[in-house]
């Protein structure tokens, strides 16, 4: 068996060979960005290229979703994932920087490939391609149709604006809270608003009525809990009574089992605006995302092997505990509870003052000279983390001790 350092050098050696290739899949997609389950140029760009490569599995489609896709190489062992989200975001692009996650992706895809090759070393790897991240939750439904089935572990990273000084690469999420979304459409009867009000039953007012029931909920729920919304089919007269609109909210929590418990009271808010207003009602579920279990073996071995890679040049940490309080919330969660997974956040040098998700922050990601490096960087520790998952056994044991522990 190769030594670490031999296995090291040569993930690094592979990613410059296939540096040009991947930058050009992070400009294409920065170039031409897509939203959620619309990801189709994303889609045709990156599985042609696995497809000219000639060397690998490469399924378009994958999974049942139109924009999925899966590149597999298949060479006995175990098999790992790398998972390349692609979605942007309206109006401000890759405002979360997508576009390079789906680069890591595929940096780490090859990397490992390649040095599996070298080494002659048996083992599988699968690239998934992701979507729609941001909304609709493209990795609950492809937890669903079996895409990680026999998968030993599962990796991604993802670009962050992180206000600490220095070039920062974190193993673990701090947080990532479990969040739902649900819609409720209201359906009452028009009316003049002026001449018969008392024919119409208002269902923008049973959108209210939800309103402000969640805002007075707000004063009995947790700290760490949120709850936030907006209307669709609003109406754009004011003598119309109107006999349809829709309420949609999402709310978060720390663990899946509290958004269920959440879940009850926010509908029971919706509920009440249609009994007060008389109009029916249609709940619907619009994604569910799990909170992210972190399984403290594979964070461990991770953070390990980026201390080797790259610890003389990036500050590294596990997860943030001093802010658990302040997250958002990614279907990484689902892949969590399915398989240990590695959601590695890493800061990229952002070109003005912005937050995550703004016009700000993807000039930042699209800004390849500054954004490619600590993506490169982080690639590193993919490949690397999960080469220890196929070769090291005892590791891989008590990573699934653990993980089945925490589901
Ligand atoms: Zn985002
Ligand atoms: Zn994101």
């Known amino acids: 068996m190769p030594s670490k350092e031999e296995i090291q050098s040569s993930i690094a050696q592979a990613l410059e060979e296939s540096k040009d ?3 050009k899949v992070a400009k294409e997609l920065y170039e031409h960005p897509e939203l959620a389950f619309q990801e189709h140029h994303a889609h045709d760009f990156i599985t042609g290229y696995f497809e000219s490569l000639g060397e690998f599995k490469v399924t378009r489609h994958a999974y049942g979703l139109d924009t999925a896709f899966e ?6 062992g175990r098999l790992v994932n790398f998972n390349a989200e692609m979605d942007a975001l309206p109006d401000i692009g890759h405002g979360c ?19 599996l090759k070298k080494y002659r070393i048996s083992g599988s790897v699968q690239l998934l391609g ?39 690469i974190q193993i673990s999420s701090n947080t990532l809270l479990a969040c739902s979304m649900i819609e409720c459409e209201y359906t009452g009867a028009p009316a003049h608003a002026s001449a018969f009000p008392w024919d119409g039953i208002n269902a923008f007012d049973a959108c209210i009525g939800s309103w402000v029931n969640i805002s007075m909920l707000r004063q009995q729920i947790r700290p760490h809990q949120r709850i936030h919304g907006y209307f669709k089919d609003v109406p754009t007269v004011a003598n119309v009574i109107p006999a349809k609109s829709t309420a949609v909210y999402q709310f978060r929590s720390r663990l899946r089992s509290e958004v269920e418990e959440l879940k009850k009271k926010v509908e029971n808010c919706c509920i009440a605006g249609a009994t007060a207003t008389g109009c029916s009602y249609k709940l619907k579920e619009v994604f569910s995302y799990s909170d992210m279990i972190n399984v403290p073996s594979l964070v461990d071995a991770c953070y390990e092997t980026a201390q080797d890679v790259c610890g003389d040049k990036y500050l590294l940490q596990k997860g943030d505990k001093g802010q658990p309080d302040a997250s958002g919330s990614s279907d990484i969660g689902n892949v969590s509870y399915e398989v240990p997974a590695i959601h590695i956040v890493y800061k990229i040098p952002t070109l003005e003052k912005c937050p995550q998700h703004s016009a700000g922050f993807a000039k930042s990601a699209g800004h390849l000279k500054t954004s490619m490096p600590p993506t490169f960087a982080s690639a590193k520790v993919l490949a690397a983390s999960a080469y220890k ?10 990573v ?7 589901i």
């Open 21 to 23: 290739d991947i930058i």
């Open 71 to 76: 590149v597999l190489y298949e060479n006995g």
């Open 97 to 115: 920087g997508h576009n390079l996650i789906a680069a890591c992706g595929c940096a780490s895809f090859l990397a490992l490939v390649k040095t």
């Open 130 to 168: 992701t979507p729609a991240e941001e909304s609709m939750g493209g990795k609950c439904k492809l937890v669903e149709n079996g895409a990680y089935r026999g998968v030993s572990a599962s990796f991604m990273a993802h670009p962050l604006v992180i206000e600490k000084e220095g070039d920062l």
């Open 389 to 398: 998952v196929l070769t090291d056994d005892k590791l891989l044991e008590t």
């Open 400 to 406: 699934q001790k653990e993980h089945s522990k925490l």
